[in-house]
């Protein structure tokens, strides 16, 4: 068996408090859990694939994944309700491949093709021209997008595993729980709004965050 090449990080671990007494993960959009879509698009173009959760989440999302056609296996926070950083640092941590796309569970829409575009910028076998981009980075550990709202799309990005798992414990242990407090720590690529919409659309980046994006999602 080969070493994986890429990876699918799903952030899984949040408490959705805007979204209701239930997990909006498990949440069903048209027969299937939130997370199980969000997985099978990831799943396109990774090889292996790693589920952020609390640990009283395994449960409820192995029966969500139940019926997901590739393998896949939990990294269960160390400690609950540190933010989507500590996410990000434990799916890395559980990662062998050396790049990894990090992907919300709340982002039914995500757009694989979109994710492969990342990974070739972060290998080096793509490059976004000057005006679409913040940074001439060659060899990126993080190839983040950033919309024109000045958003940067931190969990729908590829990142270098190792090196942006490093960072991320740096990061926690100076007690800054932003995701762009590692980032600050790498050299990395923005890809802005410019070049995503030569790639996909920007629902892509459409996350589920109420009950009432759910509703809209499903008329979709």
């Known amino acids: 068996m080969t070493d994986p090449e890429r ?52 449960e409820v ?30 799916g890395l941590e559980a990662a062998e491949a050396p790049l990894s796309a990090v992907v919300a569970c709340d982002m039914p829409f995500v757009d694989p093709h ?41 969990t729908q990005a590829v990142y270098q595993t190792e090196p942006m798992a490093t960072a991320c414990m740096e990061a926690l242990e100076a007690d800054e729980g932003k995701i762009l407090a590692a980032l600050d720590r790498l050299e990395w690529v923005v890809v802005k709004e410019s070049a995503v919409l030569e790639h996909t659309t920007l629902e892509t980046f459409d996350s589920i965050d109420t009950q009432a994006d759910l509703e809209t999602a499903r008329e979709r």
Do not use: H
């Open 7 to 58: 990876a699918g990080v799903i952030l899984a671990g949040g408490f959705s408090t805007r979204f209701g007494e239930s997990d909006k993960a498990v949440a069903d959009l048209q027969g299937t859990p939130m997370v199980a879509r969000v997985a099978e698009r990831v799943a396109c173009v990774t090889d292996e694939l790693v589920v952020n959760c609390r640990a009283e989440q395994v």
């Open 61 to 90: 999302l192995t029966s969500a994944l139940e019926e997901l056609p590739v393998d896949y296996r939990f990294a269960v926070d160390p400690t609950p309700d540190l933010g989507p950083l500590a996410g990000i640092l434990a």
């Open 114 to 154: 979109f994710l492969a575009f990342l990974f070739e910028v972060a290998e080096g076998e793509t490059t976004v021209a000057g005006e679409n981009t913040e940074s001439v980075a060659t060899e990126p550990a993080a190839v983040v997008p950033k919309l024109e709202d000045g958003w940067y799309q931190t």
